[in-house]
């Protein structure tokens, strides 16, 4: 059950230091980071790029967000792959550790 926790943990500490970044970003560039993004407060700031996020990190991607200077599109291929690279690892050790006979 630890193992379990421990990758959930894992994969939202994942998708909160790319929110981390964007939000960086945002303060930098303001409104040329993402498409279709709300700028009018601050909540709604933080839910559109946590779902940006997570659609990136899943692989699911919507598309209804896009990233638009290079930094927000090196940042956005960086999670991706580091989703789906956390995604094969942990599955793998998961699948090691249950089918593992001791």
Known sequence: MALISGTI??????????VRIFLILLLMDGKNVLTNIDLENHTSIYIDLVYYCTNTA???????????N????????????A????????????IRKFTSKK
Do not use: D, H, R, W
């Open 9 to 18: 943990v894992g994969y939202l500490l994942l998708i909160e230091i790319a």
């Open 58 to 68: 899943t692989s699911i991607g919507f598309s209804n967000m896009l990233p638009i």
């Open 83 to 94: 989703g789906q690279f956390y995604l094969v690892i942990i599955m793998s050790m998961m």
């Open 70 to 81: 290079q930094n927000a599109k090196m940042i956005t291929s960086l999670l991706a792959l």
